[in-house]
C-alpha cells in the first residue's frame, strides 16, 4: 500500500510540474510581440507553413487566434522586406540560392531580378578578376623580354 502511495504522489508531482511548465509558456508566449517574430522570420526567408506551426505548437495557440493575425501580418511585411530587387541582388551577390516558394507571385519578380543582377555582377567581378591576372602575366612577360633585349643590346 505504501508503494501505492508513492507512486501515486509521484505521478501527481510530474502532473503539477508538467501543468506549472505548460501554465508558464503559455504565459511567456502571450507576451512575444507577435508581429515582430512573423516580420523576422520573413525577412530571414522562411516559410509561413513551417515557422508558424512550429510556435503554435510551442505555445499551445487556437486556429485564428490574435497572436496567429499578428504573426501573419508581421510576416507578410517581412516578406516585402525580403522579396525586393535589394535582397534578391544581395542573394545573387553570395550566390545564395533563394529558398524557392517563398516569395509570392506579386513580389517573386522583384527578388528575381535582384538576383540575377547580383549574379551578374559576380560573374563579372570573376572575369574582372581573371582579366587583372592575365594583364599581370603580360606586363611581366614583356618586363622579361625588354630586359633580355637591354641585356644583348648591351653586350654587343
Known amino acids: 500500500m505504501i508503494l501505492y502511495k508513492k507512486i501515486f504522489f509521484s505521478f501527481f508531482f510530474i502532473f503539477f510540474l508538467l501543468l506549472s511548465a505548460c501554465s508558464h509558456l503559455n504565459k511567456n508566449c502571450s507576451k512575444i510581440n507577435w508581429y515582430e517574430i512573423g516580420r523576422q522570420d520573413s525577412t530571414r ?43 534578391g541582388y544581395i542573394y545573387g551577390l553570395s550566390k545564395t540560392k533563394e529558398q524557392s516558394g ?4 506579386s513580389l517573386k519578380k522583384s527578388f528575381v531580378d535582384g538576383y540575377e543582377a547580383g549574379t551578374y555582377m559576380t ?33 654587343r
Request: hydrophobic share 25%; with cysteine.
Open 45 to 87: 526567408g522562411s516559410k509561413w507553413e513551417d515557422t508558424f506551426l512550429e510556435k503554435k505548437q510551442m505555445c499551445s495557440l487556437r486556429k485564428n487566434s490574435n497572436y496567429e493575425r499578428a504573426y501573419k501580418n508581421g510576416f507578410d511585411a517581412g516578406l516585402r522586406e525580403y522579396c525586393s530587387f535589394k535582397t
Open 102 to 105: 517563398v516569395c509570392p507571385g
Open 123 to 155: 560573374e563579372i567581378q570573376t572575369l574582372q578578376s581573371e582579366l587583372q591576372k592575365q594583364i599581370s602575366r603580360l606586363e611581366k612577360k614583356i618586363r622579361n623580354y625588354e630586359n633580355k633585349k637591354s641585356l644583348t643590346m648591351n653586350k
